[in-house]
Structures are given as C-alpha cells and as structure tokens.
C-alpha cells in the first residue's frame, strides 16, 4: 500500500498473461500510523515510505515524532482496506473492539469502553468528527466515504481530549474543500441485493471561497432470515446522508469552515437473537413477572415452542424497524497572529434513534420492546497554539459542553398491555405501557487545559500537561412498573484534575524511545432505572494511571516501520453494566488493571509487494472484590479480548498497453473469546449463571482493483468474511422478567455479517 517509483516486474513465463510493471504507487500503510506514499530516493532505484502528518496533539505532526501509541489510516487506506463505518477499525487497529446492539454502539479500547449507554451514561472513547465531541452512542452513525483520515490515540487522552477518554479517542477527519474543481463518486451491487451509491463534488466558488458536498445512499436486503410469515429480514441497510464544507480563506492568517452533515438509518436494522432455547420451554416454567396465565410462558396447543439456534434464523411476529439520525453543525475558525494561532472549534448536534424490536424473538405476542433516545448537544473549544520554532511549544485550551438527552424504553404485548390498560382505567391517566423507565437528563461540562512540550536538546524532549473537568448532570427518572408510576429527581456533580508527563528520546533520526504517565477521567452517571428502592442512583466517575514505553522506528533505508508500546493502566471505580430487576444498572468495580503490549509493522518486500500487520495482548483482569455476592477477582475485563493481530498482503502492478493497473489485497485477522460482562459467566442453556462468553474467530477478506491509465475509471471485486465464519459481535443479558425465576435474563446475541460479495464502478473527473 506504498506508492514507488521507476521500478519494472515481469510476471510469468512463456504462460504469461502479459507483462507487467509496477505502478507508481503501492498502497498506502494501513495499520501502521501511516498512509502515506512512497518516496523515491537519490537513487532511481529506491523506494521509502513518506511521513503521514497527524493531529493527535492538536497540532500537525509527523506521526513518528508523537510519543503516543497512534493509529493514523490514510484516504487510500480506507479505500483499499475497505473501509465503511468505525465498525471495521476492529479489524484495522489492534486492541479495539466495535458492536452493537440494536442502533446502540458499543466501542472498547484496550478494555475500556461505555458500559452504560442510556443518557445518563457516557463512553469511555471520545469520538470526535472532525474536531467536534460526539456524546451518544447513535453519533457512530455516518458515511465513511470521502475521508481525509482516521485517527485511533490508544490509552487515556484526559489532558488534551478530556473527560470520557480513559480508554482513548478516535478521530474522523473528512476531506475539505480545494481549490481545483473536481466529482468523483461509486456505485456498488453486491449479494443480498446491496445497491449503493456514493458522490463527492468540490465546487471552487472564488479564489477565497471553496465548498465540498458529498451524498450517499445505500439499500440492502436482511441477511438474518425471518422464517415468520410476512416477517422482515433483520439486519438490512437503509441509509442516506449529505456533507458539506465551506472554506472560506480571505487571507494567509485567517481561515474558517462551515459544515453540516446529516445521516439517516432505517429499515430493521441489526436485530439481536436468543441463543438459547426458550425461556422455560425446557422445563415447562413460566417467565417471571407478572403471572397473567396465558402471556407468560412459550407454551402452543399444550407443547413447548422449540427455538431454533442456528445462527442468522428466527421467527418473529413483530413489525421490527428502526430509525436513527445524526445532525453535526460545526464551525472552525483559525486566525494566525504570528508566534500564537487561535482557534474556535463550536459543534452542535442531534442524535436520535427509536427502535421497536421483538424481545420474546419467536412468534408469539409476549413482548416487544421500544427504545427511543434523543439529544441535543452544544459544544465550544478554544485553543491557543504557540508557532515559534523553538525549544518550547504549547497549547492553552478551555472547553465546554452541554447537553440535553431523554431516553425511555417500553414493554409492549400481552400482559403490558394488560397492565397498562388496568392502570390506566384505575389511575384515570394514560399509562401506555406496562414496564416503562427512562426520564432525561441535562449534562454540563467544562475543562481548562494546558500541555508544553521542552525540546531539552536536540535529541531529548519532555512533555507535560494538565486539565481540570467539571461535570455536572440533573436527571428525572420516570417510568412505569407494573404497578406503580413514579418520578423523582436525581443529580450528580463530579470533577477531576488530570495529566500527563512524557520523555521522548531520539535515538537516530530514525529511532523514537517515549515514556509516559497520565491518568484520566471519565464521568459519573445516573442510572435512569432509579425507583425507590434503588440504591445507586448515582454511579461514580471511573479513573485511570497509565504508564506507558514506546518504540517508533524506521528502518532499512526506509522499507520497514517497526512501532510497538507496552503499557499498564491502574483503573479505579471501573464501571460496567448489569441488568437489575428494574433494568439496566451501572455499577463502579473498586479496581481493575489492564496491560499488555502492542505492535504494528509494516514491510516494502519488494518494489510491488508489502506486507503490513498488527498484533494486541491484553492482560485485563478484576482485582479481589465482591459485587452482587460475586468474587470478580481475577475475571477477565468485559469486552477485552485477550489477543487481536491483523496481516495483509497488497500488490500493485501496473499492465502493458496503457491498460491502467491492477491492485489486490488478502487479509486476515483475528479476535480471541470475549466475556461480556464483569461475571465471566460460561455456563450452558440449565446453568442459572447463563453465560456471556463468545469464542474468538478469524475473518479473511479479499479485494482487487482494476484503475484506468488517467485514474479516471475503477472497478473493484471485493469478498469479506470470505470463509462464512461465524463471528459474534455482542452478547447481551436481558431484563430479568423475560426470563425463569432466577435465570439471570435470556441471552442475546448479535453476529457480524457472513460472508458477503460485490462490485463497485468508480470514477473521477
């Protein structure tokens, strides 16, 4: 994935099919931090890899000189890796792990990740779209098309990213407009009737004025089988969405960027199965709950209803959909003064999703759940950033954000509306159903920050920062149970100082030694189950130090890049999620301590082949502690696998003829098991534990590309998942009445695509 120079390959023999040269460039580097190109040297013979500039610290660096564990993928990267959505950093980034449930985005870096994801809660890796935070869990949602690059900081950013980054952040960066007209987009077709369509304009308006729009549209069959008549195929696509930038440049010292994006999903959507057999079907138990004879048991015509467990089938009677939408408007102003640089980074976004899914997963009317979330948040940063060359450089910021968010979620069917109806007709209210919780909650925020790097010499440089967060949030908890409604109030006020010190040591020109100790911060929260007799309404900010070592090299004139880093981080108060008897609960672990070490590499075998890969262990383990009468101690972190590695293969080759150039690309990677919660359950169907473990799985993905001589023109075949294995992507405990008495709730399970295929048609003019 490295372009090179004015190097010639021949293929075959006298069998040949033709002869062949390599392009003027290789791919760029996918998982290494870097995507750029390759360099020809002094000599028209060699080939090195070029620098990729990243912003991890705010500012534009050469990524081999930040002394931070990164992941930077380039534009050509994510195109040649096949790169849609943040799901697939999975497989590009080592210690990262991406599901979801339902439209709710479950996100973990190095075993840190959001636990609870009503509004009361928040994610434990800061995403931010081109500098503007993102709070909910839905703000996942939007087109990868058209982008710049994508950032992954691993480990605790609490000085310069703040709160709610003690696993890490990601950043999007999507491309802005240029001064050169230009449209470009793709179509796709693919099995399960996929049909996409993707465009990109940048429009010139004057020589100080500039805009980018890019629109997108994707529609795909379910490839999760509903075997009930007339029922709809789970796990579709139905998206569309728009982005726009426009740069406005009226001098060298000032610039500003007005953008919009807006992203919608509809359809079915990803929808969990029950990978077990029906709750009580087996031992003829009614679930627990309410004991209305008739709704509360899988009993047809006097027989148990038999599930059937294989992966991607189901039968369920409710008209399943969902709708999720995502609105960013950002604008970014920077002014030049010389020796400082200002800039103005203000965001405001809408986030919301409502679901309506059926939680019994067979065909009888026993339960359909409705989850509906919305948000709206504002957000300010400033940042004021030294431009001097010398020995000391420095950044001062303040931040601040708000944000209102309400999340209800309702039981519909059979006995809920039973209860509801019952209620209501007592109460003389409308109660429009039986089990209702939820309310909303008002979050605000603000952060002063400072970091200075001290260049002590010409090789060693010291770095030190530190940031103070203030967050406070004013929830009502209201809801329905099936017996009593209720609503009270619930607030919380939590703030913190974090920082960073770090020593980097340039070895060579080509060699980078760093160390580092942060510690990091992420908020407390309520839980929007409160009822009377809860008690914890409020859960507790969750708190990290890390220690860090680090290598980033360049070696053999250039054609391999060696990074690697190994790391400890003590977390205090970790939080994690269980479901309760009134729903989901967050509870605050007294401490757990994640480690491991991590190493990305990639290799210019030839003039046309490079290798590239990664690989992950995490050592992420509970310390002694007793919760819910569980020993933790020596579990296994939730959503922390122990190893990950990716490697790859990228060739290019350039055909006789002006015929244009072929590049193809094989990958594989792998995910080891993954306990789901904090209680390491592994259990079969009669253990009243049940079991939140997934086995690991390896993925293989094939992809070759076609590019006219111009690059006007491209094709491109791609298959994924190439051996149809099965791959989970979440396992998921529910609520305890849709289970037996004591069942711990049923278990639920989402899985990554099978295997998929298709073709896509690009071009550029």
């Known amino acids: 994935m490295i372009p090179v120079t ?98 709710i985005a479950f996100v973990t ?61 990601i950043n999007y960066i999507t491309k802005k407009p240029t001064d050169e007209a230009a449209f470009e987009g793709d179509l796709t077709y693919g099995d399960y009737d996929r ?116 992966p991607f089938i189901e039968a369920e009677n409710t008209d399943q959909s969902q709708d999720t939408t995502l609105l960013l408007l950002s604008a970014t102003l920077e002014y030049d003064f010389g020796n400082v640089t200002l800039k103005s980074i203000t965001g405001y976004v809408e986030t919301s999703f409502d679901s309506l899914t059926d ?19 504002f957000s300010e940063e400033l940042q004021l950033l030294s431009n001097n060359d010398g020995p000391f450089n420095w950044i001062l910021g303040a931040f601040y954000f708000h944000e209102d968010a309400t999340r209800q979620s309702q039981f519909f069917g059979s006995r809920y509306d039973i209860i509801a109806a ?42 030190g920062g530190v940031r103070y967060t203030n967050d406070t949030k004013d929830g009502i908890n209201s809801g329905f149970q099936f017996a009593f409604p209720y609503s009270g109030d619930v607030n919380a006020e939590f703030d913190k100082f974090t920082y960073r010190l770090a020593l980097d040591y340039n070895v060579s ?87 491991g070490i991590e190493v990305e590499i990639v290799s210019l075998l030839n003039e046309w082949l490079q290798f590239d890969g990664s690989l992950g262990y995490a050592d992420a383990k509970f310390d002694n502690q007793i919760v819910q009468g569980v020993q933790l101690g020596g579990n296994r972190v939730q959503r922390t696998p122990e190893f990950t590695y990716n490697a790859g293969l990228t060739g290019n080759w350039e055909l006789d003829g002006g015929n244009g150039r072929i590049r193809a690309r094989a990958e594989i990677n792998h995910t080891s098991s993954i306990f789901y919660t904090a209680f390491n359950r592994n259990g079969g169907f009669t253990d009243p534990g049940g079991s939140d473990f997934a086995e690991g799985y390896t993925n293989a993905n094939f992809r070759v590309f076609w590019y006219s001589e111009d690059d006007r023109y491209s094709l491109e075949a791609y298959l994924t998942n190439a051996f149809n294995t099965v791959q989970i992507g979440n396992v998921f405990r529910d609520i305890g009445f849709l289970d037996t008495p004591g069942g711990g709730g049923p278990e639920n399970i989402t899985y990554k695509p099978p295997r998929q295929f298709g073709a896509t048609f690009g071009f550029k003019f």
């Not at 959505?85 to 999975?90: I, P």
């Not at 002063?448 to 770095?463: C, K, M, P, V, W």
């Not at 400890?568 to 967050?586: H, I, K, T, W």
């Open 359 to 377: 939680q019994d997963y067979s065909p009888l009317p026993l339960a359909e759940l409705r989850l509906q979330e919305s948000s709206e948040q």
């Open 6 to 103: 004015n190097q010639h390959h021949r293929v075959g023999g006298s069998h040949s099919i033709g002869w062949l040269k390599t392009t003027v460039s290789l791919l760029s580097l996918t998982v290494f931090g870097t995507g750029s190109v390759v360099a020809q040297g002094a000599d028209d013979d060699s080939f090195t890899l070029e620098e990729i500039v990243v912003t991890a610290q705010k500012r534009a660096e050469n990524i081999q000189d930040v002394p931070i564990a990164v992941t930077a993928l380039s534009s050509s990267t994510l195109e040649t890796t096949g790169f849609e959505s943040l799901a697939d950093l999975t497989r590009l980034s080592p210690s990262l792990q991406f599901s979801n449930f339902g439209p």
């Open 509 to 595: 020109d080509d060699v980078l030694l760093f160390g580092s100790f942060s510690t990091g911060y992420k908020s407390g929260g309520i839980n929007q189950v409160a009822i009377p007799a809860l008690t914890n309404p409020v859960f507790a900010p969750e708190t990290v130090k890390a220690l860090e070592v680090g290598l980033k090299s360049r070696l053999a004139d250039g054609r391999l890049q060696f990074n690697t880093s190994i790391y400890r981080n003590e977390y205090d108060d970790l939080q994690f999620q269980v479901f309760g008897l009134s729903g989901p609960e967050a509870f605050n672990a007294s401490g757990a301590t994640v480690q």
């Open 109 to 169: 870096l190095r075993g840190i990740g959001n636990e609870n994801t009503t509004a009361g809660g928040d994610p434990g890796v800061a995403l931010h779209f081109d500098g503007v935070y993102i709070g909910r869990p839905a703000g996942t949602l939007f087109t990868a098309f058209d982008t710049e690059r994508v950032e992954v900081l691993r480990g605790p950013q609490g000085t310069l990213y703040g709160r709610n980054a003690t696993g890490g952040s």
């Open 195 to 310: 049909k996409r369509i993707r465009l990109s304009a940048n429009i010139p308006l004057s020589d100080t004025v500039s805009t980018r729009v890019v629109g997108f549209w994707e529609d795909r069959d379910g490839f999760t089988e509903n075997t009930f008549a007339g029922g709809k195929n789970a796990n579709d696509a139905d998206n569309f969405g728009i982005r726009g930038h426009l740069a406005f440049e009226p001098s060298s010292d000032f610039s500003a960027l007005l953008s919009v994006n807006y992203t919608e999903s509809g359809g079915v959507g990803s929808a969990p199965e029950l990978r077990e057999p029906f709750p009580g079907s087996t031992t003829g138990q009614n679930l627990a709950g309410p004991p209305i004879p008739g709704t509360n048991n899988y009993i047809v015509n006097g027989s148990p209803l038999v599930n059937d467990l294989r």
């Open 422 to 463: 019952g209620a209501s007709a007592a109460t003389g209210t409308n109660i429009p159903s039986g089990f209702d919780v939820g309310g909303s909650v008002t979050s605000e925020s603000y952060a002063f920050f400072t970091q200075g790097t001290y260049d002590i010499n010409e090789r060693l440089a010291f770095t």
